[in-house]
């Protein structure tokens, strides 16, 4: 089994979990999954989850039942109010071309900016992703990879927008694909376009983390939706 790391902060925390409720949907009264699941689903040790559901708790975003489990007791801040409508105007040709106008340029700044600890989490997260025994394992994975080199970028402000681009990208994506097998292939193209993403920003090579990043997005919506 592969060591967790653990996020960058409090904060850091704090933000997935959000994201984490945002995305799946989950409205006032709606029981969150168990903390394993959870610790699995976001990529955190225990006690950073811990942190982060008594800082919501004491927000009263959510609220917690001994031998029950945790409830959602109404929408963080951070969460977009508009984004259901976003989510319902957007195609996936659209969403995708969003992300081919944001991402690479994450990932040059990526590479520019990335401390080791960042490399570190892009490449725990690329090492899960391939070692992911199911689909839904993998996309999470997938999540964490794509945030970890947001994250690499040393920008709160672009971590924000990719954060945002990221709940639209989940909700639309993955209610318009259909797995015909249990897991990833061992040959599934992401994992090499992870990996040439990942060898860019630890090289510290901007034009090269940005044209794979580009690269796999692209193969991404031509395997998925067709070419954009």
Same mark, same amino acid.
């Given at each position: 089994? =592969?060591?967790?790391?653990?996020?960058?902060?409090?904060?850091?925390?704090?933000?997935?979990?959000?994201?984490? @409720?945002? %995305?799946?949907? +989950?409205? !006032?009264?709606?029981?969150?999954?168990?903390?394993?699941?959870?610790?699995?689903?976001?990529?955190?040790?225990?006690?950073? =989850?811990?942190?982060?559901?008594?800082?919501?708790?004491?927000?009263?975003?959510?609220?917690?039942?001994?031998?029950?489990?945790?409830?959602? %007791?109404?929408?963080?801040?951070?969460? *977009?109010?508009?984004?259901?409508?976003?989510?319902?105007?957007?195609?996936?040709?659209?969403?995708?071309?969003?992300?081919?106008?944001?991402? !690479?340029?994450?990932?040059?700044?990526?590479?520019?900016?990335? %401390? !080791?600890?960042?490399?570190?989490?892009?490449?725990?997260?690329?090492?899960?992703?391939?070692?992911?025994?199911?689909?839904?394992? +993998?996309?999470?994975? *997938? *999540?964490?990879?794509?945030?970890?080199?947001?994250?690499?970028? *040393?920008?709160?402000?672009?971590?924000?927008?990719?954060?945002? =681009?990221?709940?639209?990208?989940?909700?639309?994506?993955?209610?318009?694909? @259909?797995?015909?097998?249990?897991?990833?292939?061992?040959?599934?193209?992401?994992?090499?376009? #992870?990996?040439?993403?990942?060898?860019?920003?630890?090289?510290?090579? !901007?034009?090269?983390?940005?044209?794979?990043?580009?690269? #796999?997005?692209?193969?991404? %919506?031509?395997?998925?939706?067709?070419?954009?």
């Amino acid at each position: 089994m =592969l060591a967790r790391s653990e996020p960058g902060g409090r904060e850091e925390a704090i933000a997935r979990l959000r994201a984490f @409720i945002a %995305s799946g949907g +989950y409205v !006032p009264g709606d029981r969150l999954p168990p903390e394993r699941e959870l610790i699995s689903s976001l990529g955190m040790t225990r006690g950073m =989850l811990r942190k982060a559901l008594e800082v919501m708790e004491r927000e009263g975003a959510i609220w917690r039942h001994v031998g029950k489990g945790t409830f959602v %007791s109404r929408p963080a801040a951070e969460i *977009d109010a508009g984004l259901p409508e976003l989510v319902r105007r957007m195609t996936p040709v659209r969403m995708m071309r969003a992300r081919l106008c944001i991402e !690479p340029s994450i990932a040059r700044e990526a590479a520019i900016n990335a %401390s !080791p600890e960042a490399i570190a989490r892009i490449n725990l997260a690329r090492e899960r992703a391939r070692a992911a025994e199911s689909w839904a394992e +993998y996309e999470n994975q *997938d *999540d964490l990879f794509h945030r970890a080199v947001a994250q690499a970028s *040393d920008n709160l402000l672009l971590l924000a927008l990719f954060d945002q =681009l990221n709940q639209v990208r989940r909700a639309v994506a993955w209610t318009a694909v @259909i797995r015909d097998s249990e897991r990833p292939p061992e040959d599934h193209s992401s994992f090499a376009e #992870h990996d040439r993403i990942a060898a860019a920003i630890e090289a510290r090579d !901007p034009a090269a983390a940005h044209d794979a990043m580009r690269a #796999h997005i692209g193969s991404v %919506s031509a395997r998925l939706f067709g070419e954009v």
